[in-house]
């Protein structure tokens, strides 16, 4: 068995937690995002095994000569049987509770129903992770929750009522996704290679079964671990270990876009506004973290509102051709003004685009009380994945300041984390030399 150092950065958000892993020489080689949890022990841990799966992918793709688009069918397949894995314990949870004092009198019937829903449920994801599938979301409860609804729905009658299958899901995915899949990738490989190997011959199957074997065979040595986040303070390391979000976000930001001057942050709870130097290092910011208003926890509660996914309300908004003027972004009104808007015939593409531009004005506040907007701009967290907030933004700071360069990412969500393992290097190099 082969070994390799490894640093970690854990940035545990509010919503999600995110994980990033380089290698010595900085470079990263794994990313880990899931669910955030009350339990934010639990959560960290569940990133981590996340980044280390992804980690030896890339190992097996540094020792594959020619990989083409096999370690992305290798990798979907991998993600199948973590999914498998935990569909089988939700089923096994869902089934002692039908069989529980609370359902006497219809524990057989209950569980006849479950039972349906649970194979459909595996169906169903056999069909999500096959070749060329598109997924809603990579996380399991939201795949898990929006098929047993969607499935529930119909053998829903008056014996066995909605409300029931549903209550008996929702206390078994309580305990379900707060258990890790420990080693995915040493105890899943195999089943995912031969599934690979057997959607398309390949002329390199010796080749990546040695390439798999030997990431398989590589112990992975966490050499120094930071962590960040809204929920920082609840991570399982001493305290010389954690760094605040606005110092990691602002070389994380540096990071990806050397000439990062001025970084905005949006998260699910809170909202940054950071300016740093040449070498990434903060001189000012202003941050909100009195409520979630104009974050990512706001617009999750928008969508909940409109029964759509989160990742649908930016699309919808740029479909907008006549925005609505929106006069609070304060979570506590936000339903009550919507279904006002609603009900006085106003379209949801309208209404959502006046909430983005409400949105990243509340933003355009603490930046300029930060120190304004500078070249480079760098727009990050889970928010920057979202469209009409970066259309709104691209035109607020036109409108404001004039022509500026505008960063964005698909790997934006993971600035913090980046930061932070960006921080535990230089901690490691300290502690070598």
């Given amino acids: 068995m082969t070994s390799m150092e490894v640093i970690i950065g854990i940035d545990l958000g509010s919503t999600t937690t995110k994980a990033v892993v380089l290698d010595i020489e900085g470079n990263v080689i794994g990313r880990g995002i899931t669910n955030s949890r009350s339990n934010y022990d639990v959560a960290a841990q569940i990133v981590r095994e996340e980044a280390f799966v992804r980690t030896r992918f890339t190992l097996v793709e540094r020792n594959l000569q020619a990989a083409g688009g096999v370690i992305g069918s290798l990798e979907r397949n991998l993600k199948l049987e973590q999914h498998l894995e935990l569909l089988a314990r939700l089923r096994q949870a869902m ?22 829903l649970g194979d459909e449920m595996e169906r169903r994801a056999r069909s999500q992770f096959a070749p060329g599938a598109t997924r809603r979301s990579d996380f399991f409860r939201d795949l898990a929750g929006g098929d ?10 008056k ?3 909605f409300d029931v299958l549903c209550s008996v899901f929702d206390a078994a995915i309580l305990g379900v996704e707060c258990l890790p899949i420990e080693r995915a990738f040493e105890r899943h490989i195999n089943t995912a290679l031969q599934s690979t190997l057997s959607e398309e011959p390949l002329g390199i199957a010796a080749e990546l079964r040695k390439a798999v074997d030997a990431a398989r065979a590589t112990e992975l040595v966490e050499l120094s671990t930071v962590g960040t986040g809204y929920g920082r303070a609840r991570l399982p390391f001493p305290k010389e270990q954690i760094r605040s979000e606005i110092l990691c976000h602002g070389l994380g930001a540096h990071a990806m876009f050397p000439d990062t001057r001025t970084v905005l942050d949006i998260g699910g709870q809170d909202t940054k506004a950071i300016q740093v130097d040449s070498d990434g290092i903060v001189t000012s910011f202003q941050m909100n ?12 509660y928008i969508a909940d509102e409109m029964n759509l996914g989160l990742h649908e309300l930016g699309p919808l908004a740029m479909e907008s051709h006549t925005r609505v003027k929106i006069n609070s972004t304060c979570t506590v009104f936000a339903g009550a003004e919507l279904r006002e808007r609603l009900s006085l015939g106003q379209k949801r593409e309208d209404i959502l685009a006046g909430l983005h531009r409400a949105i990243i004005l509340r933003a355009m506040s603490l930046l300029a009380r930060s120190g304004g907007i500078n070249d480079q701009f760098t727009f990050t967290g889970g928010v920057a994945r979202n469209p009409a907030a970066v259309q709104a933004l691209r035109d607020l ?24 393992a960006l921080f535990a290097r230089r901690a490691a190099e300290r502690k070598a030399a």
């Fill in 148 to 157: 047993f609804m969607h499935i529930a729905e119909g053998l829903a009658d």
């Fill in 95 to 116: 089934s002692m509770l039908a069989g529980g004092p609370k359902h006497r009198g219809h524990a057989g019937e209950l569980a006849a129903r479950l039972g349906v």
């Fill in 289 to 300: 973290d009195r409520c979630a208003a104009g974050c990512g926890r706001y617009l999750g």
């Fill in 159 to 161: 014996a066995i009522p």
């Fill in 397 to 420: 700071v036109r409108e404001n300041y004039g022509q500026r360069s505008i960063n964005t990412s698909a790997d934006s969500i993971y600035t913090g984390a980046l930061g932070a």
